[in-house]
């Protein structure tokens, strides 16, 4: 057992339930304020106030919108499953608190007389169980589409899956790397790995280890497939509003609906949260704060200061991406997935592997330059992917012409048609009629 489980396995159980009551409230509040932070910034971003009339600052509105949802009528439509309808957004809820559990956000700290880490529970498989926890997740957006028997539901909680399998590949591929060069699966041993500093041609440097620079191609995926992952701008396809309404929660409202909205800014704070862990250290200060005074900053109570500094980045991230970045379309974003983030993941594995096992001892600054490689062959690969998508679209057949039957609706034609010109499809009797309409002279 390590350290951080071996305090875990001695903190009594009213410890252990504060600490739940703390991660749940927290992120209740933590939510509110998201909402407010993501609406002042892109306030800021389109050149707007943003929120600035209820309560300082404008921090009311988003409390307001979270009371107006609990208060609202909540009615569920007729001929829908009510057992999934009423299970489905809970599923989804659940798994967004659940994820947690295994985040550690601090270290070791002394609460009420008790030394302890600021973390509910330190499994050896951690990372897995937030993986397996995130797929759990899914089962609520799937069947809510299912349970409402309406079609915008159903197209939506479709598009969903596809969408979150596609990401949850690429996502797993990219945190492999981060097993192979910590030798662990345990969240803590990840964050107590990046610690280290790094060793560059014998001398050592003050920089601490992070596999943000050590691993930068698995980083790179890490960061698209939280997109993915939490359906937000520019891969928001599940919810689109063009087309799907609002997707597998277009007939939700009220409670219900307050916990996808719950979930999804959980979420996006939770995929930040595991960015941190495996990516940038973790509750660990940053250079130069992990040398000052003697490591002072880099203990005890700072710990979740730094993890929270650090996890609010990422969602500003999250923010200046939704304000500055179209949606994709749904084909580029599927061929993203599948045909460069999942293939160049697998070739970084391998690289990996290679290096490990022909140079295990050697300094990991070496395997940084290797992941700057082929972080660039993988950015190179990208442009070229949407290069020739574009060239594929410039290059495609003529349109072909298509004749509407008389007396149709008058549409305009789809991508790759074109109507022909108005005599000559137009029967003779009609045209007549459209040159003397009816009560013309």
Known sequence: MTDAQTLLANDPWWLMLIKVVVIFVFLLTWTIFNVWFERKWLGKMQDRRGPNMNGPFGLGQALADGLKLLFKEDFRPAKTDRIIFNLAPWLTAAAAFTMWTVIPIGGEVSMFGHQTVLQVSDLPVGTLFILAISSIGIYGIVLAGWASNGTYSLLGSMRATAQLISYEVAMGLSVVAVFMVSGSMSTSDIVNAQSQLITLFGQEISLPGWYALLLIPSFVTYVISMFGETNRTPFDLAECESELVSGHITDFSGFRYALYFLAEYINMGTVSAVATTLFLGGYRAPYPFNTMFDGYLDQGWFGPLWFLLKVQGL?????????????????????????????????????????????????????????????????????????????????????????????????????????????????????VEASHPAGGK
């Not at 974003?333 to 690289?351: D, Q, S, T």
């Not at 949407?386 to 008058?410: C, D, F, H, M, N």
Request: hydrophobic fraction near 55%; proline fraction near 10%.
């Open 315 to 431: 969602i500003f991230f999250f923010v200046w991406v939704r304000a500055s970045v179209p949606r994709f379309r749904y084909d580029q974003f599927m061929v993203l997935g599948w045909k460069v983030l999942i293939p160049a993941n697998m070739v970084w594995i391998m690289v990996v592997a290679v290096f490990r096992s022909w140079n295990a001892h050697s300094s990991p600054a070496l395997l940084g330059v290797a992941g700057a490689v082929t972080a660039s062959a993988l950015a190179i690969l990208i442009f070229s992917s949407i290069q020739r998508t574009r060239l594929e679209r410039s290059k495609s057949a003529a349109p072909r012409l298509v004749a509407p039957s008389p007396g149709s609706y008058p549409v305009p034609p789809r991508p790759g048609e074109q109507l022909p010109e108005l005599a000559g499809w137009m029967p003779a009797a009609i045209a």
